[in-house]
């Protein structure tokens, strides 16, 4: 029963202060009565938090600050105080823990509520909850039910296993959680750590903003930061309070006398603004939280959305459109907007059962260093204007060059993707090469769309742009290739750059690395690699064997938003020659002038590409490889290799059913239903994204149409690749 004694403790003083004249009788009646008077009488308040000031739990500390001082408290004094009225007349009862519910799940249990008996059945009484608690007790075995209390309406489940109940009050037309809890009974002192996280944790919610809530007959009152809603009958009033406004509404509507209450809050010192626009302190956090909240809940549950899902443009545009905002609208509905509504519409890219195109299973230490500079609002131009953000750039480059096999020496720059970053690459060559009008340029017809349009629009011309035929194994021919090139000299072209895949999206063929780097030293020919997809896997000794000669590459492009696991977006491109970045793009106006002698011995990144104002993308590369460590990579990169084994597998075990077109390479492998009409292949791969359950592709080889897994996210298992291909085979049949 109870461990909160208190010799002090008189219960008509007690009763004096809540204004209670009723029978005094151990029973449910008295129980409503007394928890309705205090509820009407002595506030929710976290003040003393804000002050700086320690929370103290000793019984007679509570009836000093709640009963003499007037005051109000959080969830451990309200309660408290009860429970010590409780016991005068004779309730059995028991502290409860609770876990709050109404701003995030998995949060440690900091509030405490109390399970008091009264004529024969056990009853849920909370007086300290800040969000929306009951007002009345509620019996703890009327489940699934909605229970009308005054203008309000609440509800109590369970886990069908007997587990935690749920308190869910009922607003804005749906059921909202508020906490869950289970009937083991507390000890006063087990609350101490909650107390202690409530009271002094910077992550707590008490330390943010002020929080005050007092029920009424009709309602309660409700001031959150300077933001005072008075819901009366049902109905929400809200205004923000003016400057000083608060000292005045305290006396009225939460019954605190302005001289027992910490100065430091009630006038705090004028600080600057913290946001740009306006926006307080206490609603950044709030609205930071929430997003915290929501990602991480998402990460954990992400299996159970759909791979994919397509709105519908009417119904996006009645959603997310409508009239320019002229005045301020709420933060957090417009927040939820974007997560529930935009976020929800997209491919999702990090789905265990995403196999289209390549995927982008981002880690969360990732997600973590592209906050972190967002929010900072870094920029990484200049040594001048961000020298912190730049060495971690250098530093990050240096690091992945090491772990591709590039010498000390290179040098590199991080851009938005595999696109940017090719065409940077070319541009070098181009200026290093000094091949002028006349340079050509070497491809295959699975090279990567992007490519060829990055040479159209360096202005080569078309027969400029070689696109050779690849071999039966979609690789790049070596005899047609050294044709070409021989074709082009005695043409009176400069034979400038040979563009190789290391993973082409189609299957995820390498072509000859070793023997077309040997044959670009021969004919002084620049080595460009596009491994935007497939150079991460030479962290582990398949790939490895696989991109045998990328490190003889004089450039090499990956995609760290692929198979590095970080969030859209990032590519890196990588370049043998130290200074040839900024002989290309480096230019030294008038008004940089200043800055340009401080950092000569420095890495200036908006010297090293066409982007000048730019981001920071190395943070979360940085801190995503010190978080997991390098060997967490090769481990995840691995198993995606695997993964298309698994697949390539599973396909062979069925020849009547399946023809492997392309076998398992780095992550990708091609693969037909036997027998599948033309147009087949990419209408049932659609149904299948559609149903929710995976999303996949088709594409061409040799011109004709195959189907297509990607399988570089380590949390694939095998049960996804295999249900995912009996759904589709399935699909196929029936169609």
């Not at 907007?337 to 969360?364: I, W």
């Not at 591709?404 to 065409?423: D, I, R, Y």
């Not at 080569?460 to 090139?485: G, N």
């Not at 082009?488 to 780097?517: E, H, I, K, Q, Y």
Request: hydrophobic content about 40%.
């Amino acid at each position: 029963m109870l461990d909160i004694l208190d010799t002090g403790f008189d219960l008509e003083t007690y009763r004096k202060r809540i204004g209670d004249q009723g029978p005094l009788v151990a029973d449910s009646a008295t129980l409503r009565r007394l928890m309705r008077r205090q509820l009407f009488t002595i506030p929710f308040e976290n003040l003393d938090v804000l002050a700086g000031r320690e929370i103290s739990l000793e019984p007679a500390t509570l009836v000093d600050k709640l009963i003499r001082q007037q005051r109000g408290g959080y969830c451990y004094e309200l309660n408290g105080l009860f429970a010590m009225a409780l016991s005068a007349l004779g309730f059995r009862y028991r502290f409860l823990a609770a876990r709050p519910l109404h701003r995030a799940a998995n949060r440690p249990k900091t509030h405490a509520a109390l399970a008091v008996e009264a004529d024969g059945q056990d009853w849920l009484v909370d007086l300290g909850f800040g969000s929306f608690g009951v007002r009345e007790p509620l019996r703890l075995d009327t489940l699934n039910v909605a229970v009308p209390q005054d203008d309000e309406t609440f509800r109590l489940t369970r886990d069908p296993d007997g587990g935690d109940y749920v308190l869910a009050a009922w607003l804005e037309g749906q059921w909202q959680d508020q906490y869950s809890f289970d009937q083991s009974p507390q000890r006063w002192v087990d609350f101490a750590t909650g107390n202690y996280f409530n009271a002094m944790h910077p992550a707590s919610i008490f330390r943010q903003q002020p929080m005050l809530l007092r029920f009424t007959p009709e309602g309660r009152n409700i001031l959150f930061a300077d933001r005072l809603t008075q819901v009366i009958h049902g109905q929400s009033h809200k205004r923000q309070l003016a400057d000083g406004e608060l000292v005045q509404v305290l006396p009225g509507l939460f019954g605190l006398a302005p001289d027992t209450l910490p100065a430091s809050v009630l006038a705090p010192a004028p600080q600057r603004a913290a946001d740009t626009l306006g926006m307080a302190a206490a609603d950044m956090r709030r609205l930071g939280y929430w997003v915290v909240d929501r990602v991480v809940e998402r990460q954990v549950h992400r299996d159970q959305e759909p791979a994919i899902r397509t709105g519908d443009p009417e119904n996006l545009q009645a959603l997310l459109g409508g009239a320019i905002p002229e005045q301020p609208m709420d933060a957090e509905q417009s927040l939820a907007l974007l997560a529930e509504v935009a976020l929800d519409h997209q491919q999702h890219g990090d789905h265990p059962r995403y196999f289209a195109r390549v995927p982008g299973p981002a880690s969360f230490a990732a997600i973590l260093g592209e906050w972190l500079g967002t929010g900072f609002n870094t920029i990484a131009s200049s040594w001048g204007g961000g020298s912190g953000p730049a060495m971690v750039e250098t530093v990050v480059i240096g690091w992945l060059a090491q772990l591709l096999g590039m010498p000390p020496e290179t040098e590199g720059v991080l851009q938005s993707g595999g696109s940017l970053a090719n065409l940077t690459a070319f541009l070098v060559a181009r200026q290093e090469t000094g091949a002028g009008e006349r340079g050509v340029a070497y491809l295959t017809d699975q090279s990567h769309a992007s490519l060829v349009r990055n040479l159209q629009h360096m202005g080569l011309p078309e027969r400029q742009v070689r696109i050779l035929p690849s071999d039966p194994d979609y690789r790049m021919d070596v005899e047609a290739l050294t044709q070409a090139i021989h074709e082009d000299r005695a043409a009176g072209l400069v034979p400038m750059l040979v563009v190789a895949s290391a993973g082409t999206t189609n299957t995820g063929a390498v072509d000859p690395l070793p023997v077309l780097a040997s044959l670009c030293e021969r004919e002084s020919i620049w080595f460009h690699v596009d491994g935007a997809y497939g150079a991460p896997a030479a962290l582990t000794p398949a790939g490895r064997a696989y991109l045998a000669g990328l490190a003889r590459a004089d450039s090499l492009v990956l995609d760290p938003h692929k198979w590095l696991f970080q969030p859209y977006d990032a590519g890196l491109c990588l370049i043998r020659r130290p200074g040839a970045l900024e002989r290309c793009f480096a230019m030294y106006p008038e008004y940089l002038r200043d800055a340009q002698g401080r950092q000569q011995s420095v890495a200036s990144f908006g010297n090293r590409s066409l982007e000048l104002s730019r981001r920071s993308r190395a943070l979360k590369l940085w801190l995503s490889l010190r978080t997991y460590g390098v060997a967490r990579f090769r481990t995840a990169i691995q198993r995606g290799i695997e993964r298309a084994e698994q697949a390539e597998a599973l396909l062979r075990a069925q020849p009547d059913v399946w023809e492997v077109v392309s076998p398992a390479r780095i992550g990708i492998v091609c693969f037909a239903l036997r027998g599948a009409a033309e147009g087949e292949h990419a209408r049932r791969a659609q149904a299948l994204a559609e149903s929710g359950f995976a999303c996949l592709s088709s594409t061409r080889l040799k011109g004709r149409e195959v189907l297509r897994l990607c399988t570089i996210n380590p949390l694939t298992t095998a049960d996804d690749l295999r249900e995912t291909l009996v759904r589709l085979a399935g699909e196929l049949r029936l169609g």
